[in-house]
């Protein structure tokens, strides 16, 4: 590859993951409605693998239908254990340079594969011997905008003649998946126009996405008192402060279970200055959709001498944190 190839390569794979962190899919969490997906895919090709992988840093199978699943439930994942990296039970990622989907992402084409072990260019893939993987159809998933984010996939164990049919209905159920796309923009941009609002409140927030706590927003507030941070950047990194108080050890927990937490009377040190002050500290979970998992964390510090129950600061937090956190729900139309 040229170097020109190589740096186009590289802006869509940057591009792509940008995209993915928008919409709240780069990380492997399963959703229900992908793995419905994943399963109707394998009924309609007739394998017993299939798969909604995203494309970002790495592989993520949000839809998954794995021979597994049935004793271990929807939530079940793939055992990799490929070349030096240990077995993995349930995992629902894997890495980006292995297997064929990342192909059909670069080649932004259909890939089918009748018998992998005939074929010289994909035989040796880690992946044919870690899953016995003989056959393999990969449809590139485009997201509302056109942009390829992953893959519709269906894999089987032995070698496997697709038919016309089969691929036509794999092109079918990616694009039944745009609707959910355009969803999650109409959400995301009620949000933004909540956060405009959120830049004027005497008070900090933050709004973080992901297990990495990537910094989606920050207003004025937080910046003055606990310092300015680049957007997307991993949320420990941006605020150590906060971290050395335990609070993103809380917000790992309201990722998890989905509830909000609550810290009293917590001492943090106001950047830029030898003084310190003691804040409430409320951290909220945000859904794009009331079924959807959670996917960010909404997290206020109001001074504890301000947070007394009736004040103004305490219901306008509440206000904003709600609307936010509820917001009305577009139509699929």
């Known amino acids: 590859m040229d170097s020109t190839a190589s740096k186009d390569a590289r802006l869509a794979d940057e591009q792509r993951e940008r995209r993915l962190q928008r919409l ?8 229900e409605k992908f793995d419905r997906i994943a399963t109707l895919a394998s009924s309609l090709a007739d394998a017993p693998i299939a798969m909604v992988n995203f494309i970002g840093g790495q ?6 239908c794995f021979p597994t699943s049935e004793q271990k ?15 993995a039970p349930d995992s629902r990622d894997a890495p980006i340079d292995i297997g064929f989907c990342p192909h059909v992402v670069r080649q932004k084409a259909q890939l089918a ?3 992998v072990l005939a074929s010289r260019h994909y035989r040796n893939n880690p992946v ?9 159809l990969g449809t590139p998933l485009q997201d ?13 164990v032995r070698p496997h003649r697709w038919t016309e049919k089969q691929k036509s209905e794999m092109q079918f159920l990616a694009e039944t998946l745009k ?7 109409s959400v995301l941009a009620q949000q933004d126009e909540l956060l405009a609002v959120f830049d004027r409140a005497p008070f900090p927030m933050m709004l973080t996405q992901g297990p990495e706590h990537l910094l989606r927003f920050a207003n004025t507030r937080q910046g003055t008192a606990f310092g300015r941070a680049d957007l997307l950047t991993p949320g420990r990194e941006a605020y150590p402060s906060l971290k050395e108080a335990g609070i993103f050890d809380s917000m790992d927990w309201v990722l998890q279970e989905g509830q909000v937490t609550e810290l009293r009377s917590v001492t943090l040190p106001l950047h830029g200055t030898d003084l310190a002050q003691r804040f409430d500290i409320t951290c909220t979970p945000v859904r794009l959709r009331p079924e959807a998992p959670v996917n960010s964390v909404l997290t206020t510090a109001i001074r504890t001498a301000e947070s007394v129950q009736g004040s103004e600061q305490q219901k306008m937090a509440q206000d904003l944190v709600s609307r936010f956190a509820n917001p009305a729900q577009p139509s699929e139309n």
């Open 179 to 185: 609707p959910e796309f355009q969803l999650r923009d």
């Open 73 to 87: 439930g929807d939530r079940a994942g793939v055992p990799f254990g490929i070349g030096d990296l240990p077995p």
């Open 113 to 115: 594969i009748e018998d």
């Open 24 to 31: 709240g899919l780069n990380s492997p969490e399963p959703e």
């Open 144 to 156: 509302n905008t056109g942009l390829i984010i992953g893959t519709v996939t269906v894999a089987d």
């Open 128 to 136: 044919v011997e870690a899953l016995n993987v003989r056959a393999y």
């Open 59 to 64: 592989q993520m199978f949000r839809g998954l």
